[in-house]
């Protein structure tokens, strides 16, 4: 009875303060009312789970009604398979519900017919090539989004389960991908979201292989496609994908709260997939040690020290962010030089040469 007495004070007040205002005041408090309504089932919408191949298209070819500190990231990483090919090609676009600095761009974050937003492709096919980089505008349709300024383009198109890439930089062809769900993985596909309040993430990753062209070269591989929705700030993180040779890959992720010396592991988690086998395995008991700056190694060990990788970088590129704070985002690639799995059914010398991407993020930023 308490909380309808309220809510009915609230009605009222609202009811005679609009009474009082002009036409066009009540115009512009009812759009300011719908904004606001817009926005909250947006996040609604966020929160839900999500499961079904039919619900993959409407997220990813979509613009989400961001609130306040919201952001969405298209992100796409290719590695080849094949035999001691270091070659990767990295993709990014995304925009905000604000103005941000990304790499020192100020990156306007406007809405008209699409949106204003950052796009970068870089790739190492021998040495480092940086391909794009700055703003674009974002567009989409039910089956395709492209990121794009005057002379350059990303273009991704498609339905679930075939998708193609198309890369452009002052109208040359750079890239041109045939994107496709691998025949025996069972999850080729995963949602996920977590919320607290006001605040948190929602994404879908895919994780498919593909074929095609890279810098007039044929390039075939394993990819991972992701589209996420942040609400709230950037955290910093570890995440690590190395795919192998024989098409089996190990992925880890690890997002952390740091003030000062004080460190808490969010979540830390590795995972083995036997691609021979179309079987996965889950290991607890992360442990990620850096060593170095300017070509950092790593060891990556799990399940007490039975898993164990060490993992040397070749190439990588740094992204900062800045609004409210200070956000260092940075790409390594890397390769796999010793590998050791114990306990376990899986042979680790029939997976021949790893190579992938390990990122480190660190620092806030809203």
């Not at 025949?183 to 074929?211: C, H, Q, R, V």
Request: with cysteine; hydrophobic share 35%.
């Amino acid at each position: 009875m308490v909380i309808k007495k309220i809510t009915d004070d609230v009605v009222n007040t609202l009811n005679k303060y609009t009474q009082s205002l002009s036409s066009i005041e009540k115009k512009h408090f009812k759009e300011k009312i719908e904004q606001i309504n817009s926005k909250y089932k947006s996040l609604i919408e966020l929160k839900k789970t999500k499961n079904s191949t039919q619900e993959i298209d409407p997220m990813f070819f979509c613009f989400e009604d961001l609130p306040p500190t919201g952001k969405e990231y298209w992100f796409m990483k290719f590695a080849s398979t094949e035999p001691e090919d270091k070659r990767q090609l990295l993709v990014m676009f995304g925009d905000s519900s604000e103005t941000i600095k990304i790499n020192k761009k100020k990156v306007r974050c406007k809405r008209h017919n699409g949106r204003n937003g950052y796009m970068t492709v870089w790739c190492y096919d021998d040495k480092k090539n940086l391909i794009l980089d700055g703003e674009s505008l974002i567009t989409t349709n039910p089956d395709n989004i492209m990121a794009s300024n005057k002379h350059d383009k990303i273009y991704y198109k498609g339905m679930f389960p075939n998708y193609s890439l198309n890369i452009s930089k002052k109208k040359k062809e750079i890239a041109n991908l045939k994107i496709i769900k691998p025949e025996y993985n069972s999850e080729s596909f995963e949602f996920s979201s977590y919320f607290k309040s006001f605040a948190g993430f929602a994404l879908i990753n895919l994780y498919f292989d593909f074929t095609g062209i890279l810098n007039g070269e044929k390039f075939t591989g394993k990819c991972y496609v992701q589209k996420v929705i942040v609400v709230g700030p950037f955290v910093p993180w570890y995440w690590g994908r190395i795919v192998f040779s024989n098409g089996s890959i190990i992925s880890y992720y690890e997002p952390r709260i740091e003030i000062s010396v004080f460190t808490h592991k969010l979540s830390s988690e590795l995972t083995f997939y036997d691609n021979t086998k179309d079987k996965k395995y889950i290991f607890k008991d992360l442990n990620i040690k850096k060593f170095g700056k300017k070509n950092p190694r790593w060891i990556i060990t799990a399940n007490k020290g039975k898993v164990f990788i060490s993992l040397k970088s070749y190439s990588s590129h740094k992204f900062v962010f800045e609004k409210i704070g200070s956000f260092t985002y940075i790409e390594y690639l890397s390769e796999v030089t010793d590998i050791s799995i114990e306990d376990c059914d899986i042979d680790t010398s029939k997976l021949c040469s790893g190579f992938g991407l390990i990122e480190d993020a660190n620092g806030y930023v809203l």
